[in-house]
């Protein structure tokens, strides 16, 4: 048996397919995993495919964006509330807009950007410890001060709103105010304050005082 002359196709290069992004979304720490606030670590959720079956899926690259100007770039997923800039400021402080870009790898090619949507950092709330109405047993001579210690982890000033409830029921005209006068007064009456710890951008929960009864 003989053959005709040996005829060789042209070469067949198959070339790599680079993975995609196919969603991504910006979850955080909190209760609430689409409530971002100071406090909270911001992760990426994401799912990457590629078509090339074979390829093992390497870390993507993640750059993190705050108010539009990258903050850090890596293979690490998330930015945590203690992370600073160069200046030693803190990345996620409140209002500040947070996006993510990520770039996916299967160890041989990079594939196309994909961004996640921007999400706003709100204030942490404060709180209020230590809340106290003096004197502890007031007479008809004795005004009513309401004291008590404030702390926010982002360093905003006291903005805090001051109830006072007298028998029980809370009296509106006197709210925001840290001291009322004696004249206010009358014997057996009793005497509570409340503090709502408010930094202006966001709330905690209302504190109350220890109840003081009014004597002669």
Do not use: H, M
């Given at each position: 048996?003989?053959?005709?002359?040996?005829?060789?196709?042209?070469?067949?290069?198959?070339?790599?397919?680079?993975?995609?992004?196919?969603?991504?979304?910006?979850?955080?720490?909190?209760?609430?995993?689409?409530?971002?606030?100071?406090?909270?670590?911001?992760?990426?959720?994401?799912?990457?495919?590629?078509?090339?079956?074979?390829?093992?899926?390497?870390?993507?690259?993640?750059?993190?964006?705050?108010?539009?100007?990258?903050?850090?770039?890596?293979?690490?997923?998330?930015?945590?509330?203690?992370?600073?800039?160069?200046?030693?400021?803190?990345?996620?402080?409140?209002?500040?807009?947070?996006?993510?870009?990520?770039?996916?790898?299967?160890?041989?090619?990079?594939?196309?950007?994909?961004?996640?949507?921007?999400?706003?950092?709100?204030?942490?709330?404060?709180?209020?410890?230590?809340?106290?109405?003096?004197?502890?047993?007031?007479?008809?001579?004795?005004?009513?001060?309401?004291?008590?210690?404030?702390?926010d982890p982002d360093k905003?000033?006291?903005?805090?709103?001051?109830?006072?409830?007298?028998?029980?029921?809370?009296?509106?005209?006197?709210?925001?105010?840290?001291?009322?006068?004696?004249?206010?007064?009358?014997?057996?009456?009793?005497?509570?304050?409340?503090?709502?710890?408010?930094?202006?951008?966001?709330?905690?929960?209302?504190?109350?005082?220890?109840?003081?009864?009014?004597?002669?």
């Amino acid at each position: 048996r003989s053959f005709g002359p040996l005829v060789t196709s042209p070469k067949i290069i198959v070339s790599n397919q680079a993975p995609q992004v196919d969603k991504a979304r910006l979850v955080s720490s909190n209760v609430d995993p689409l409530v971002f606030t100071t406090l909270d670590v911001i992760k990426v959720e994401a799912k990457v495919s590629d078509a090339d079956a074979s390829d093992k899926l390497q870390s993507s690259i993640y750059t993190w964006y705050v108010n539009d100007i990258p903050a850090k770039s890596g293979t690490v997923a998330q930015i945590g509330p203690e992370e600073k800039d160069a200046a030693g400021n803190r990345f996620l402080s409140a209002n500040a807009k947070v996006r993510c870009e990520i770039v996916p790898y299967d160890g041989t090619d990079y594939g196309d950007a994909f961004y996640t949507t921007t999400v706003t950092v709100q204030a942490s709330p404060p709180q209020v410890s230590q809340v106290a109405v003096t004197p502890s047993s007031p007479t008809l001579l004795s005004n009513l001060r309401v004291s008590y210690k404030y702390n926010d982890p982002d360093k905003l000033p006291d903005n805090s709103l001051i109830r006072w409830y007298k028998d029980g029921t809370r009296v509106s005209e006197l709210d925001d105010l840290k001291q009322i006068s004696r004249v206010l007064l009358a014997p057996s009456q009793k005497w509570q304050a409340g503090i709502i710890p408010s930094n202006g951008l966001s709330q905690g929960e209302e504190v109350k005082s220890n109840t003081v009864e009014v004597t002669f």
